[in-house]
C-alpha cells in the first residue's frame, strides 16, 4: 500500500464496519481520536474505540471520498488529508442524520509491514 492507497482502505474498512481492519492501519503504538472525540493509543485501544463508533452514531455510516492532500515528509513519511463525505450516521433512535463532511489527518511512515499511521485524527465540520 502506498499513502495515496491509505485513505480508500480507511474508507473501505469503514464501509464494513471493520474495526479489525481499520486498527491494522495503524501502527501497533499509534494514537487515534475518533470522530465522537474518544482518545485512544496502541492498537488493542484503537480497536475497541472503532468498534464502539460502530455500535453507535456510525453503525450505518459509509464514506464517500473526496479532496486528497498528501505531503511527503521525507524518506518514508507522508501526512495525509483525506475528506470524506458521512452518510448513514444515526442518532441514539435511530433516525438517520443529515450527510457531513469528515477529515481524516493522518502521519503516515513506511514500516516493514508497509505504510502505517503513527497518529490519526477523525474531524467532524461544521457546515
Given at each position: 500500500?502506498?499513502?495515496?492507497?491509505?485513505?480508500?482502505?480507511?474508507?473501505?474498512?469503514?464501509?464494513?464496519?471493520?474495526?479489525?481492519?481499520?486498527?491494522?492501519?495503524?501502527?501497533?503504538?499509534?494514537?487515534?481520536?475518533?470522530?465522537?472525540?474518544?482518545?485512544?493509543?496502541?492498537?488493542?485501544?484503537?480497536?475497541s474505540a472503532l468498534a464502539?463508533?460502530?455500535?453507535?452514531?456510525?453503525?450505518?455510516?459509509?464514506?464517500?471520498?473526496?479532496?486528497?492532500?498528501?505531503?511527503?515528509?521525507?524518506?518514508?513519511?507522508?501526512?495525509?488529508?483525506?475528506?470524506?463525505?458521512?452518510?448513514?450516521?444515526?442518532?441514539?433512535?435511530?433516525?438517520?442524520?443529515?450527510?457531513?463532511?469528515?477529515?481524516?489527518?493522518?502521519?503516515?511512515?513506511?514500516?516493514?509491514?508497509?505504510?502505517?499511521?503513527?497518529?490519526?485524527?477523525?474531524?467532524?465540520?461544521?457546515?
Amino acid at each position: 500500500m502506498t499513502p495515496e492507497d491509505f485513505p480508500r482502505a480507511f474508507a473501505s474498512a469503514f464501509a464494513a464496519q471493520d474495526a479489525p481492519a481499520l486498527a491494522a492501519l495503524l501502527h501497533d503504538e499509534a494514537d487515534l481520536i475518533t470522530p465522537t472525540g474518544q482518545y485512544a493509543e496502541g492498537r488493542t485501544a484503537i480497536e475497541s474505540a472503532l468498534a464502539a463508533e460502530f455500535a453507535g452514531v456510525f453503525r450505518a455510516a459509509r464514506l464517500v471520498k473526496g479532496k486528497l492532500r498528501l505531503r511527503p515528509l521525507g524518506p518514508g513519511a507522508a501526512l495525509v488529508t483525506q475528506r470524506y463525505v458521512v452518510t448513514g450516521a444515526q442518532n441514539e433512535s435511530g433516525a438517520e442524520l443529515p450527510r457531513c463532511a469528515l477529515v481524516l489527518t493522518a502521519t503516515l511512515a513506511a514500516t516493514p509491514q508497509g505504510w502505517q499511521a503513527l497518529a490519526a485524527q477523525l474531524s467532524l465540520l461544521a457546515d
